[in-house]
């Protein structure tokens, strides 16, 4: 199991890329719905790939935010949003492309929020909370800046619901005693199935339905 642990920085440091390089195609996607101009995709598209991230790492106070300390993270998110400058065109879809690629990044984002956590020392619940943020909040910001409804918020979606999902999972397997690294990409496949389930096959939490209020 040693060994195993030694290996959970390399895997956060797979997942920031995975996650920034597909939420970056996400963020330009939405630039090219709104027909920007490539100043405008790269902006959109890194502002998506390392938002959540930005946040997390400024919450836990780190040395340095990951992508400060890796511009290769920028110039990856600036590439993919010309890849899609010069190729969104050829897809029949885009907004379909948009929720599947999103999905694919959350999966990537949250659990790699909940290693940094892990790494960074602290408890179970900010662990958990670490990786809502980071798998969330660069798309929320996409969507917003968008003018989009994010998907954070629409009904009767698995969205928090799947990041907060995989981030529980992965801190009581901990409780429990698996190995971190083993807990971590437990967490990413919890994440996706929740969310991929929820889109292929509706699958969803109650959502609350206002009564009216008695007469007395």
């Known amino acids: ?20 390089l597909v939420f970056a195609l996400t963020g330009a996607l939405v630039a090219s719905r709104l027909q920007l101009d490539p100043v405008g995709f790269i902006f959109m598209a890194v502002m998506t790939a390392v938002g959540g991230g930005t946040l997390r790492d400024l919450v836990l106070g780190r040395d ?26 050829l897809l029949h879809s885009r907004a379909r492309w ?11 984002a949250v659990p790699a929020g909940v290693g940094v956590a892990l790494e960074s020392g602290v408890s179970p619940v900010v662990v958990v909370i670490m990786g809502v943020f980071t798998g969330t909040f660069g798309g929320l910001m996409r969507d917003v800046v968008g003018n989009e409804l994010p998907m954070v918020l629409k009904q009767g979606e698995l969205y928090v619901t799947a990041a907060f999902g995989g ?4 801190a009581v397997l901990i409780a429990l005693g698996l ?15 929740l969310r991929l389930g929820s889109m292929a096959f509706g699958w969803q939490l109650p959502v609350y339905r206002p009564r009216a209020p008695r007469d007395r």
Request: glycine share 10%.
């Open 1 to 20: 199991m040693g060994g195993l642990a030694a290996n959970l920085p390399a895997l956060v440091w797979l997942l920031d890329y995975g996650s920034v």
């Open 64 to 89: 340095a935010v990951f992508w400060v300390d890796r511009p290769s993270l920028v110039l990856l998110a600036a590439g993919a949003a010309m890849l899609v400058f010069w190729g969104a065109h």
């Open 98 to 108: 948009i929720r599947w690629l999103d999905a694919l990044a959350l999966a990537a």
């Open 167 to 170: 981030a529980v999972v992965a």
């Open 179 to 193: 190995d971190q690294t083993l807990a971590v990409g437990a967490c990413g496949v919890v994440t996706l199935m």
